[in-house]
């Protein structure tokens, strides 16, 4: 079975604060995708990112980074200098490669960035 | 490219009644998930289709549920005898299937429209 926790349910900063957010996932595959979402009050998700679990590299993409850790099950997501458009819901996911086409996603972290 | 649309954007129904979805996949991604999101949870998966085949069905998709892909383009979800239960976010999804290296598995993305919103009173 496939598992993604989401620890944070909600985290609140003030702008141009850091914030990382916290993704454990749980598979017996050796082969899996990870994926973080952004789900703005609109409702519609927003991709983000696909990490392969035979990439080795982790990811920067502008203010965004992602940290795969392999050894911890984890693949945390962090926005450097958050702003007020960074609030949002995110979710992270996973799909185990032998366990078929569905997203198993975790329950989310409500992300609020003040002024 | 234009992104995944889904309708009507909002429905609000009376329990026991029919709904019908709509969802314009990518053009040329030729898988189309469906999933159903209720509040302060993370989607849950419905069902997908490969082309025109529902290849795979959540245990979540009862009896009264039933989702279409008729040519392999857009798909419909439709809810018979609707009950408040059944009120949600459902979100439609869409993604081109490719494989990269032999034992690497296949490498999607999936792409979400911005649901339909159904209320059941």
């Known amino acids: 079975a496939q598992k993604v926790t989401q620890a944070q349910t909600e985290i609140s900063v003030v702008e141009k604060e850091d914030v990382t957010l916290d993704c454990v996932y749980e598979?017996?595959?050796?082969?899996?995708?990870l994926f973080w979402y952004k789900q703005p009050p609109s409702g519609e998700l927003v991709f983000l990112i696909r990490?392969?679990?035979?990439?080795?590299q982790n990811e920067i993409s502008g203010r965004y980074s992602w940290n795969f850790q392999k050894s911890t099950s984890s693949f945390n997501f962090t926005i450097t200098a958050s702003q007020v458009v960074d609030s949002a819901v995110y979710f992270c996911?996973?799909?185990?490669?032998?366990?078929?086409?569905?997203?198993?996603f975790g329950k989310g972290t409500s992300l609020l960035v003040t002024p | 490219d234009t992104g995944v649309s889904q309708n009507p954007r909002h429905k609000i129904t009376k329990r026991g009644q029919n709904v019908t979805f709509r969802c314009d996949p990518i053009?040329?991604?030729?898988?189309l998930y469906w999933y159903r999101q209720t509040l302060g949870q993370g989607p849950e998966f419905l069902t997908y289709f490969q082309n025109e085949a529902q290849l795979e069905k959540s245990r979540l998709l009862s009896d009264r549920f039933s989702a279409e892909r008729p040519k392999g383009s857009f798909s419909t979800l439709e809810i018979q005898r609707t009950e408040q239960g059944d009120s949600a976010m459902y979100l439609c999804?869409?993604?081109?299937?490719?494989?990269?290296?032999?034992?690497?598995?296949?490498?999607?993305?999936?792409?979400f429209g911005p649901g339909t919103r159904l209320l059941v009173l």
């Open positions: 598979t017996r595959d050796t082969t899996y995708y």
């Open positions: 990490r392969n679990s035979f990439d080795e």
């Open positions: 996911a996973l799909r185990a490669s032998n366990s078929g086409y569905a997203l198993n």
């Open positions: 999804a869409s993604s081109h299937s490719w494989f990269r290296r032999e034992g690497r598995g296949c490498q999607e993305t999936q792409y």
């Open positions: 053009s040329e991604h030729n898988r």
